[in-house]
Nanobody, 129 residues
């Protein structure tokens, strides 16, 4: 199974920027789409953004559109999430996942869990106001 590791989280002031990385081991991230999710304790996990397998298509949820950018990293096993103009509402643990059930189209980001998917352990992003 693919092992994913997120990194790049931290504490930043409102209006600041962070770049998160999602790195896969023993696998490349060009087989399935990759999705970024976030979760605040006590609340449901929410989708944030996604990129399809070949990197040609991305989708952003409305609350991050224009501020976040998802892209393929410099290697086939890395996907990045550039976050700018961060707000306190962006405070959460951010996760990446790759799964045949991640569907990334220009019209939306859809996800259903399959037995072939993998998730990282998450990276904490804290935005202070």
């Amino acid at each position: 199974q693919v092992q994913l590791v997120e990194s790049g989280g931290g504490l930043v002031q409102s209006g600041g920027s962070l770049r998160l990385s999602c790195t896969a081991s023993s696998f490349t991230l060009d087989r399935y789409a990759v999705g970024w999710f976030r979760q605040v304790p006590g609340l449901a996990r929410e989708k944030v953004a996604c990129i399809n397998a070949n990197g040609a298509t991305t989708y952003y949820e409305e609350f991050v559109k224009g501020r976040f950018t998802v892209s393929k990293g410099g290697t086939k096993n890395t996907v990045l999430l550039e976050m700018t103009n961060l707000k306190s509402a962006d405070t959460a643990t951010y996760y990446c996942a790759t799964d045949p059930g991640v569907m990334c189209t220009s019209g939306g980001f859809f996800y259903h869990k399959t037995e072939f998917g993998s998730w990282g352990q998450g990276t904490q992003v804290t935005v202070s106001s």
